[in-house]
């Protein structure tokens, strides 16, 4: 089945323990983002990847940490997480471009509360 | 800069009706991508239509249409025959396609859709 996994569904940590959520596609795709979504703010992206060794900012980087070592996994990392990264995060993927190409497929989403 | 606005914060449809959720879109890219997914309480995001800004056609998928009037830089999404299970919110999205390369996604504040027996 084709699908957009993210491990932990949930996390509850403290501030400051580095944390690291996953991301992993089967579809082959080159492009995959980390987007936020809050409450009045909608989803902001976070950072993005065209492919391996590629990476860049989104809107609102600051905090996040991200690699692409393989083409499949896309993992964010928050060095030292704060209260204001609370958030519900999803990892997106996509081909790329071209005509029925572009469509972002969505994980199930993480659910981060940092006390 | 881009910008996606849908007006109704929340809408109520009875069973087995039709319902339109309203998008507009601003962007000065002649080249772009407009989506429309929906997020059940549960919170996964689910990809629902797109619309290619060159695509002469409106999009449909199954009970699912995108209506496009690109002149008036609107995309709206029209749902037939209206089901219990697409009680959600629905967000419009956008994606510039010319210039630079970031497929990020724009999305508006969301529409709450409430489906009454």
């Known amino acids: 089945e084709a699908q957009v996994t993210q491990n932990p569904r949930y996390l509850i940590t403290v501030t400051g323990k580095k944390l690291t959520v996953t991301c992993s596609q089967n579809m082959n795709h080159e492009y995959m983002s980390w987007y936020r979504q809050d409450p009045g703010l909608g989803l902001r992206q976070i950072y993005y990847?065209?492919?391996?060794?590629?990476?860049d900012k989104g809107d609102v980087p600051e905090g996040y940490k991200v690699s692409r070592k393989e083409k499949r996994n896309f993992p964010l990392i928050l060095e030292s997480p704060s209260p204001n990264q609370t958030s519900l995060y999803f990892c997106a993927s996509s081909y790329g471009t071209g005509a029925g190409r572009e469509t972002q497929y969505f994980g199930p989403g993480t659910r981060l509360l940092v006390l | 800069a881009q910008k996606i606005t849908q007006t109704q914060p929340g809408m109520f449809v009875q069973e087995k009706e039709a319902v339109t959720l309203d998008c507009t879109y601003d962007?000065?890219?002649?080249?772009?991508?407009l989506f429309w997914y929906k997020q059940p309480s549960s919170g996964e995001m689910i990809f629902l239509i797109y619309q290619g800004s060159y695509d002469q056609q409106n999009a449909t998928e199954g009970r699912y249409s995108l209506n496009f009037q690109k002149a008036r830089k609107s995309a709206n999404l029209v749902i037939s025959a209206s089901q219990l299970g697409d009680s959600a919110m629905y967000f419009c999205?956008?994606?510039?396609?010319?210039?630079?390369?970031?497929?990020?996604?724009?999305f508006g504040k969301g529409t709450l859709l409430t489906v009454n027996p």
């Open positions: 999205a956008m994606r510039r396609k010319s210039g630079g390369s970031n497929y990020k996604l724009t």
């Open positions: 962007t000065s890219d002649p080249s772009y991508g």
């Open positions: 990847s065209m492919n391996v060794e590629v990476t």
